[in-house]
């Protein structure tokens, strides 16, 4: 009997070391909880928050090529070519003559540009800052903080 209790005990011990060191690399908790029943979405649509309680969110990672849209029909990461055309850039690399020569252009990822640097080159791909997209639309042209280049790009908030 002894016996059959530790061997149970064993399992349990090792099943609940197992659960507590399943960890998905890409959540994290942070302060601040805006739905308690509702996801939202960061204001670059790369990450997601539900709450937690104790005014405390797990912020999840959209994966690479996803953007997160909460709407009537949709709450999570969908893949760019599914975006709403005024949230992301349907691009691809510009060819580098006449007025791409001129000024960047935009990435379908809205944190980096092209850049051409010479007439027939390859383009260059450059980031923008930390926390900024980039918009090239009605006069802006340039990386922008997320709030402004979401009223540029007349994306709605995803909140």
């Given at each position: 009997?002894?016996?059959v209790?530790l061997?149970?005990?064993a ?5 609940s ?13 942070v302060?601040g909880?805006?739905?308690e029943?509702e996801l939202?979405?960061s204001a670059d649509?790369t990450?997601?928050?539900f709450?937690i309680?104790?005014d405390?969110a ?6 690479p ?5 909460k709407?009537?029909?949709?709450s999570?990461c ?9 949230c992301?850039?349907h691009?691809k ?6 007025e791409?020569?001129k000024h960047?252009?935009?990435h379908?990822?809205?944190?980096l540009?092209y850049?051409?640097t010479a ?7 450059l ?9 090239n639309?009605?006069?802006?042209l ?8 979401r ?7 995803t909140?």
């Open positions: 009997m002894i016996k209790t061997i149970l005990g399992i349990f011990v090792l099943c070391a197992a659960v507590i060191n399943v960890k998905d690399e890409r959540a994290n908790i302060k909880c805006k739905s029943t939202w979405g649509g990450k997601f928050y709450c309680g104790d405390m797990i912020e999840q990672s959209c994966d090529g996803t953007f997160f849209v709407n009537a029909t949709v999570g969908i893949p760019l070519d599914e975006v709403d055309d005024s992301v850039y691009v690399a510009p060819v580098c003559e006449g791409a020569l960047p252009q935009p379908e990822d809205p944190t540009f850049l051409c007439k027939g080159a390859k383009p260059d791909v980031p923008c800052p930390v926390e900024k997209a980039f918009a639309q009605d006069g802006y340039g990386c922008f903080d997320w709030s402004i280049w009223k540029i790009r007349k994306c709605e908030d909140d």
